[in-house]
């Protein structure tokens, strides 16, 4: 029987305890403060419309703007249009959120987007995938003035500052998606539009404009509305930002140091990848000169671990990454229920690996950008009992707590809307009530959040390790114990483990462990046992050491 939380957590805090340590001995994944936070990403749009009076349908004119469905098969639909989800539909839900056991909600980019649909590009289709014909910028990341907030978020009395305060009141901070590459689409259209391919500074004034021309036909030497923009083909058609232009920068680190100062606590940067190391890294000096140590993840759609650690160095800025190599053999490993966790080993970089630190990054199994994790509710299950205890700070995206739309990518039901009703009833899921105790687990537990792996085996269906958290007279070691087979398993581990008593995570009842410590694990469940004393058996002591060494490159 699982404890009452209230309970649970003053185990934990015990289990957490302070002493006196050996000399210069320290066992630690991270100091990073952010790895404390498990995030919620939530497509604003898609969420909930809690405040209807800023839906704006009738935006647009001859290019309506708001619930413009994509026909699929059986009679499914996807949606390319606004739905209405705003801040306040957020803010209704912090509970919600919060209860799961997040601490910070991913909300995507709040900056003003054009006023109507896009009429140039490839027309948008059932599952077609970057063609942005009739589509809007619901999602936010065609940004014409990135100074001011989109009309379709804020309500009366709930602007960015006052919905990041209230968010705070109820413990939930506040990532903010920012986007460095682009503007909005700007060329094809058979008619020039209004807005598209345009920038306006703070006060509203018009700072770049693209024309409508292929970049190949852009002239900034002459004309210095395109001085804003490069003369190559970016991400289908949208702008492309000229990074070597010094009013580029100003203008986005204006912009983004702006909404910091109204409550954004962490940034998810969109599109890293497209721009080069020396523009983030100026990018990041200027944040962090009046935000020291605030941090940043990025997105780099690549599944070659060398390619995105690059972003993780510090003469890069020493911005994290969302953990793309990983997400593949996470979704490999729990998409298919006769896969091997021994998949999951390699990638998890623990040792020798390019990252500056492989326990900053960011894990996930799948985002708005990508399909859809096609999982039973039991490889829901085993995925979220891996994140919540293995290396990384886990991001999940909204209604993977009930495997809402499972499968389906950007324009096949990816991004379609959640809503109220379907909140109210996700704790009737058989996916949330195992994600909601997993999760509250690490939001508890040091060792969870911030300690170094070192695994024990990783073979089949079971997965068995430790996360070691011993730093500033703080310890707490941790054993995880996974199992994602359809039956119960009878698992022993005798590798490395410290002789004394253990607390188990979820019943408190403490175990007096000599050789080894035996535990039944559930189908598909998870039991996590803690030990709140520093560590003396000697090879473990040994092994930690060799890890804190090999955790990072040996140079930067």
């Known amino acids: 029987m699982i404890k009452p939380f209230s309970v649970l957590a003053a185990a934990l805090c015990a289990a957490s305890a302070f002493a006196a340590e050996p000399a210069g001995e320290a066992f630690y994944g991270t100091t990073e403060p952010f790895a404390s936070e498990a995030v919620y990403f939530v497509l604003t749009d898609r969420f909930v419309n809690g405040d209807p009076s800023n839906d704006h349908r009738d935006q647009g004119g001859d290019y309506p703007t708001f619930d413009r469905r994509i026909p699929g098969p059986d009679g499914e639909s996807a949606n390319i249009g606004y739905l209405g989800g705003d801040f306040k539909g957020v803010l209704d839900n912090a509970g919600y959120i919060r209860g799961m056991g997040f601490s910070s909600v991913w909300i995507t980019p709040i900056v003003d987007n054009p006023d109507q649909h896009f009429s140039g590009g490839k027309p948008v289709s059932w599952g077609s995938f970057w063609t942005d014909q009739g589509k809007t910028g619901y999602h936010g990341y065609w940004g014409i003035n990135f100074y001011r907030l989109d009309e379709h978020l804020p309500s009366p009395g709930l602007d960015f500052a006052g919905f990041t305060r209230a968010m705070g009141e109820q413990d939930l901070k506040i990532v903010l998606d920012i986007v460095g590459n682009h503007g909005s689409p700007a060329y094809t259209m058979p008619k020039d539009q209004p807005q598209f391919g345009k920038i306006y500074d703070r006060d509203g004034a018009l700072l770049a404009d693209h024309q409508n021309l292929h970049p190949e036909k852009l002239d900034p030497a002459k004309n210095r509305l395109h001085r804003f923009y490069n003369r190559k083909v970016g991400v289908a058609e949208l702008s492309d930002f000229a990074e070597d232009n010094p009013a580029v920068l100003d203008y986005l680190a204006g912009a983004y140091e702006q909404w910091i100062d109204q409550g954004a606590h962490a940034f998810r940067i969109d599109t890293i990848g497209w721009m080069p190391h020396s523009f983030w890294k100026r990018f990041a000096d200027r944040i962090r000169e009046k935000h020291p140590d605030f941090f940043m993840f990025g997105e780099n759609f690549d599944y070659d671990a060398a390619t995105i650690a690059a972003h993780t160095w510090k003469r890069n800025g020493s911005i994290s990454v969302l953990d793309f190599p990983l997400r593949a053999k ?227």
Request: net charge neutral; charged share 25%.
């Open 330 to 556: 996470l979704v490999e490993t729990f998409e298919k229920p006769d896969s091997d966790f021994a998949a999951l080993e390699q990638a998890l970089y623990l040792e020798d690996g390019p990252y500056a630190n492989p326990y900053d990054l960011m894990t996930f199994y799948d985002n708005h950008d990508m399909p859809r994790m096609n999982a039973s509710d039991e490889g829901f299950i085993d995925a979220h009992n891996w994140l919540f205890t293995a290396r990384g700070i886990p991001v999940i995206y909204y209604g993977s707590e009930t495997g809402f739309m499972r499968g389906r990518a950007e324009h096949a039901g990816n991004r379609n809307y959640f809503g109220q009703e379907r909140i109210d009833v996700a704790p009737q899921s058989p996916i949330y009530r195992p994600l909601q105790r997993i999760a509250r687990l690490r939001q508890s537990s040091p060792a969870l959040q911030r300690g170094l792996q070192l695994n024990v085996r990783l073979k089949g269906d079971e997965a068995a390790f430790y996360r070691v958290y011993q730093k500033d007279g703080q310890y707490q070691t941790a054993l995880v114990l996974l199992n994602k087979g359809d039956s119960p398993a009878r698992m022993a581990v005798s590798d490395y483990l410290q002789a004394g008593t253990w607390l188990d995570a979820f019943s408190g009842r403490k175990l007096r462990v000599r050789g080894a410590l035996r535990a039944d694990v559930p189908a598909h469940g998870v039991r996590v046992f803690f030990f709140d004393k520093a560590l003396s058996r000697e090879d473990t002591r040994q092994r930690l050491a060799e890890l804190m060494v090999r955790k990072s490159p040996k140079s930067d």
